[in-house]
């Protein structure tokens, strides 16, 4: 029998396994993460607001950040999002969200984003996947998280997707 998830917060321990995740699922590795961010980025991120990690195993398997929009003032593809759709005062951005790929299918990014739902209640979370990842585009929509406008970056099309805690 496997063993379950342990959704819980990051803490600085986990840092480590969350920048190996995601380098391992940059563009140039095959993977589709939009930006790469910094340990500092995420350590301002995760003294803001939540972010979640899902263990397996005590293996680091998934993570959902939540961050205020002003930690992305300095991502391009983020303000290009933000100019397309900005959402409501209090909303913030959803993501990145990354999934170890031997894992994915299995209920993590929903169960990491039940737990950051329930964190932020009532509040408008925002984000946006690119138009040809298409299983992303599925697995955000089963959770309830509707299209609100479309961008282009560099090229790139992508849709912005919105929803309320």
């Known amino acids: 029998m496997e063993e379950p998830y342990e959704i819980a917060l990051a803490t600085e321990h986990d840092l480590d396994a969350v920048l190996d995740l ?42 959902l950040v939540s961050a205020p929009v002003a930690a992305f003032t300095e991502v391009a593809v983020v303000q290009a999002m933000l100019e397309a759709y900005r959402g409501a005062s209090d909303a913030y951005i959803y993501g990145p969200i990354c999934v170890d790929e ?36 599925r697995a955000h929509a089963r959770m309830g998280m509707r299209e609100v406008a479309e961008f282009d970056h560099n090229g790139t099309q992508f849709v912005v997707l919105s929803y309320v805690g």
Not at 50 to 61: E, F, I, N, Q, W
Not at 120 to 135: M, S, T
């Open 102 to 137: 031997i894992e994915r299918g299995q209920g993590v990014a929903n169960a990491m984003f039940a737990s950051l739902r329930a964190q932020l209640p009532g509040r408008e979370g925002v984000l946006f996947i690119r138009c040809d990842n298409a299983a992303s585009l």
């Open 22 to 63: 995601q380098e391992r699922n940059l563009p140039k590795r095959g993977g589709t993460l939009s930006a790469c961010l910094s340990r500092g980025w995420f350590e301002t991120a995760m003294a803001a607001m939540p972010v979640v990690v899902a263990r397996r195993a005590g293996r680091l398997v998934g993570y």
